[in-house]
């Protein structure tokens, strides 16, 4: 059994700043990615960065220069920063990790005040 539990979700004003992080435990020491992805009222999932195997990013257009992930490959953790937050940036963000399928966090969620 995996889980990956998140943490770091909050309410901040616009261009203020957060670090969400996630911990993975359980029978995957290594992921092959790991990342975050978001979803607001009304909209659908949106991947906002991937960190894969080798060091690989990718980054959502919107957070490109503003979000930045990493990941810790002994402690099996993934962390997203997120500076200059924007009020579009507001919803609940999922952690997940995937290693032949895909383990999901329970989400947390971000408000971003105006």
């Given at each position: 059994q995996v889980q990956l539990v998140e943490s770091g979700g909050g309410l901040v004003q616009a261009g203020g700043s957060l670090r969400l992080s996630c911990a993975a435990?359980?029978?995957?020491?290594?992921?092959?990615?790991?990342?975050?992805?978001?979803?607001?009222?009304g909209k659908q999932r949106e991947l906002v960065?991937?960190?894969?195997?080798?060091?690989?990013?990718?980054?959502?257009?919107?957070?490109?220069?503003?979000?930045?992930?990493?990941?810790?490959?002994?402690?099996?953790?993934v962390a997203l920063q997120m500076n200059s937050l924007k009020p579009e940036d507001a919803a609940v963000y999922y952690c997940y990790a995937s290693l032949m399928r895909t383990y999901w966090g329970q989400g947390t969620q971000v408000t971003v005040s105006s």
């Open positions: 435990s359980g029978k995957i020491s290594s992921f092959h990615v790991m990342g975050w992805y978001r979803q607001a009222p960065a991937s960190h894969s195997a080798g060091s690989a990013t990718n980054y959502l257009d919107s957070v490109k220069g503003r979000f930045s992930i990493s990941r810790d490959y002994a402690k099996n953790t």
